[in-house]
Nanobody, 114 residues
């Protein structure tokens, strides 16, 4: 069972950038497409970005396209989310997970002040 640990969140101002990391345990990390998701208070969890096993193809939600970039380093068993031009509406707990199956990590809080 792959376990995921997200990190890199924090309190920033609108327009700032953050890079989130998601470190995976286990040897099968490179076998799975991975994704980033977020959940804001009072809202459902939403998909943000996905990356295939080899990292050659990505997909983004319209809400973050052009501002967020997903990447992965299979040697380090880590997936990243570079977030630029952050907005107050990006405030949420951010999670990574396998696109199909797998368990959620504990998430990392991102708070963007105006």
């Amino acid at each position: 069972q792959v376990q995921l640990v997200e990190s890199g969140g924090g309190l920033v101002q609108a327009g700032d950038s953050l890079r989130l990391s998601c470190a995976a345990s286990g040897r099968t990390f490179s076998s799975y497409a991975m994704g980033w998701f977020r959940q804001a208070p009072g809202k459902e969890r939403e998909f943000l970005a996905a990356i295939i096993r080899g990292g050659g193809s990505t997909r983004y939600a319209d809400s973050v396209k052009g501002r967020f970039t997903i990447s992965r380093d299979n040697a380090k068993r880590t997936v990243y989310l570079q977030m630029n031009s952050l907005k107050p509406e990006d405030t949420a707990v951010y999670y990574c997970k396998r696109i199909v199956g797998g368990a959620w990590g504990q998430g990392t809080q991102v708070t963007v002040s105006s």
